[in-house]
């Protein structure tokens, strides 16, 4: 696999690295999980820094109107990446990963990528049976654990979990598609700290997450993540060391949060 400055790589951060809501989730056929932590219509922008270079933007989109899929009725989730002009001559990337997800079951139903990285081009489709543990795309049936997560519905379902009563060392798990294989990622509570971040300091909730390591980073523990600590739960803060260096990932912007925003210090 490629092990470069990927939006590939900075979207797998955000998948892998999400806390969560204050709700349990069991694992069984036809769940319903009341969703509390997004709306249609949120964006969430970012900046990313590769050293001391910025080097490109991240957004996050929740789109305004459902889509109807099956029967059911979908959030449709997108999370799109590019390398800003000034870094283009070192590594050009356009990516853009896409996810429509149940809003009764937060189980994914599609799911697009669209990687576009200097001469590099891979595009992916699936197809979700969570009913019946199977995904299909253009490489043919893929056997799969219920109720698993692509890079895109991943972000937004970890939104939903719930730390209230984790302990620093807490694992909670998750499987996520990537690429024709699905990933066992398990994300460990750190603690909480508060953090200086461009739109001001924010009262955050610290996590580790297991990281695929012949993708884009050296060691599975090589990321650090704070997400906000209120009921948004929305990434803040990545920082990791790659292959080629290390990365840092800041908000910098949102808009249609579906509750206030009460982690910002004042």
Same mark, same amino acid.
């Given at each position: 696999?490629?092990?470069?400055?990927?939006?590939?790589?900075?979207?797998?951060?955000?998948?892998?690295?999400?806390?969560?809501?204050?709700?349990?989730?069991?694992?069984?056929?036809?769940?319903?999980?009341?969703?509390?932590?997004?709306?249609?219509?949120?964006?969430?922008?970012?900046?990313?820094?590769?050293?001391?270079?910025?080097?490109?933007?991240?957004?996050?989109?929740?789109?305004?109107?459902?889509?109807?899929?099956?029967?059911?009725?979908?959030?449709?989730?997108?999370?799109?990446?590019?390398?800003?002009?000034?870094?283009?001559?070192?590594?050009?990337?356009?990516?853009?990963?896409?996810?429509?997800?149940?809003?009764?079951?937060?189980?994914?139903?599609?799911?697009?990528?669209?990687?576009?990285?200097?001469?590099?081009?891979?595009?992916?489709?699936?197809?979700? $049976?969570?009913?019946?543990?199977?995904?299909?795309?253009?490489?043919?049936?893929?056997?799969?654990?219920?109720?698993?997560?692509?890079?895109?519905?991943?972000?937004?379902?970890?939104?939903?979990?719930?730390?209230?009563?984790?302990?620093?060392?807490?694992?909670?798990?998750?499987?996520?598609?990537?690429?024709?294989?699905?990933?066992?990622?398990?994300?460990?509570?750190?603690?909480?700290?508060?953090?200086?971040?461009?739109?001001?300091?924010?009262?955050?909730?610290?996590?580790?997450?297991?990281?695929?390591?012949?993708?884009?980073?050296?060691?599975? $523990?090589?990321?650090?993540?704070?997400?906000?600590?209120?009921?948004?739960?929305?990434?803040?803060?990545?920082?990791?060391?790659?292959?080629?260096?290390?990365?840092?990932?800041?908000?910098?912007?949102?808009?249609?949060?579906?509750?206030?925003?009460?982690?910002?210090?004042?």
């Amino acid at each position: 696999m490629k092990k470069s400055l990927t939006l590939a790589g900075i979207a797998l951060i955000f998948l892998t690295a999400l806390p969560s809501y204050q709700q349990s989730i069991q694992v069984v056929l036809g769940r319903k999980i009341n969703n509390l932590a997004y709306q249609p219509g949120e964006t969430l922008k970012y900046r990313i820094h590769y050293g001391a270079i910025n080097a490109g933007v991240v957004s996050m989109l929740v789109s305004p109107n459902p889509t109807i899929i099956n029967g059911k009725t979908t959030y449709n989730l997108r999370v799109e990446g590019e390398t800003v002009k000034s870094f283009d001559w070192a590594y050009k990337v356009r990516d853009k990963f896409e996810s429509w997800v149940d809003q009764e079951s937060q189980a994914p139903l599609r799911y697009a990528k669209t990687v576009r990285e200097n001469d590099y081009f891979h595009q992916d489709v699936a197809i979700y $049976d969570h009913d019946n543990r199977k995904l299909r795309n253009k490489q043919g049936e893929l056997t799969i654990p219920q109720y698993t997560q692509d890079i895109a519905s991943a972000i937004y379902y970890l939104r939903n979990l719930d730390y209230t009563n984790a302990t620093p060392g807490k694992q909670f798990p998750v499987d996520v598609y990537i690429d024709n294989k699905v990933y066992s990622l398990p994300i460990t509570y750190k603690g909480k700290e508060v953090i200086k971040t461009d739109i001001g300091k924010i009262r955050c909730i610290k996590i580790k997450p297991k990281l695929v390591v012949d993708r884009v980073f050296k060691h599975a $523990d090589a990321l650090t993540v704070w997400v906000s600590d209120d009921a948004n739960h929305i990434p803040v803060r990545i920082e990791g060391q790659i292959y080629v260096g290390s990365i840092k990932v800041d908000i910098t912007q949102h808009t249609g949060l579906k509750n206030a925003f009460s982690s910002k210090v004042l």
